[in-house]
């Protein structure tokens, strides 16, 4: 029986349009295709779980339209369990994404659906948390119910993960004691600790700031320069898969599923950090959030160049 990973958060279509650069304020550029692109961080990093070889469980909202019905026939495509993904009346969240010419892209997300994962929500469906191994959160739904989600879990046992995405400002300070793992990128491991965080040697000393505050374990992902993992006694370094990116849009998000699948299945952290390496420099070599995560067998068939 496969271990368990169940993803609370973010279910979100993406309006994606691939431009030569990004739009400066107030210019109108011609664009050169466009998709709509399951996506949503929670979503993502459940399709990244599912095909990198954990039994899922989804815990999120849609809304009454069509977009609801694709994300959540996107999950349920995967063998994703969705008995916890509600159907409420509103819009589903939507993410405007522009890709430029060096596959780095600019998103705004409109919550819509995802606003209505309340605390009480995450109650009614406890029976799905109790079943995990691993419980994954980010921040694309309220923070009140991020917080009511990291401390039961904690209170069930379980391995916590806190990607803290988007994020523009510190974290409750009582959240850090929840948190098993806390995996930030650089934008996001700067705006919790409050430090720049731009070159391995900031990377340590923010993970450092963010171990003090309660957290056990940092993983701070750099793109290219790979990732930074800390625990308080130590640090250590991962460098990353070198591929030719074209589009990095849930790159980030499946190193954290497959990360967690990984770790759920009894890996090592190292190697845990390795192959949720190898599945994001996979994704960035495909265009959109869910269609370009990787499987299992790709990851297993990967040779750096
Ligand atoms: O991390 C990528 C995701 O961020 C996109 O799929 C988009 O929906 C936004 O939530």
């Known amino acids: 029986m496969p271990a368990k990973v169940v993803v609370i958060g973010s279910l979100n279509m993406d309006l994606v349009t691939r431009a030569p650069r990004l739009p400066r304020g107030g210019e109108t550029l011609i664009g050169k295709s466009f998709a709509t692109v399951c996506g949503g961080k929670g979503a993502n990093q459940a399709v990244a779980a599912a095909r990198l070889g954990a039994q899922v469980s989804m815990v999120g909202c849609v809304g009454s339209d069509a977009y609801g019905e694709q994300l959540r026939g996107a999950l349920v495509a995967e ?13 589903s969240g939507v993410a405007l994404i522009v890709v430029d010419d060096n596959s780095q892209n600019a998103i705004v997300i409109v919550a819509g659906a995802n606003g209505a994962l309340t605390p009480e929500v995450i109650d009614r469906f ?9 419980i994954i959160c980010q921040l694309e739904v ?5 917080g009511h989600a990291l401390k039961r ?15 523009s400002r510190p974290l409750p300070a009582d959240w850090y004691t929840a948190i098993d793992y806390l995996i930030p990128n ?3 491991a700067s705006a919790l600790s409050g430090l720049p965080v731009d070159s391995l040697g900031t990377a340590e000393t923010a993970a450092a700031r963010l171990i003090a505050l309660g957290t056990g374990k940092v993983i701070i992902t750099l ?23 074209v589009d990095t849009t849930a790159a980030g998000d499946t190193f954290v599923g497959g990360f967690a699948a990984a770790l759920a299945a009894g890996k090592s952290e190292a190697e845990a950090i ?17 269609p370009s995560i990787p499987t299992l067998s790709d990851v297993q068939a990967f040779k750096a160049p």
């Open 79 to 91: 063998q994703i369990d969705c008995q916890a993904v509600s159907v409420v009346d509103d819009s």
């Open 126 to 134: 406890d029976a799905v948390l109790q079943a995990a191994d691993v």
């Open 142 to 146: 309220p923070d009140a119910t991020v």
């Open 153 to 167: 879990s904690r209170a069930l046992g379980k391995t916590v993960i806190l990607n803290p995405a988007p994020a």
């Open 186 to 188: 650089e934008s996001e």
């Open 223 to 245: 793109g290219a320069q790979g990732s930074l993992f800390a625990n308080g006694a130590a640090f250590e370094h991962f460098p990353a898969p070198k591929v030719e990116a």
């Open 274 to 290: 390795r192959f949720g390496q190898v599945a994001a420099a996979l994704s960035v070599t495909r265009a959109g959030a869910q």
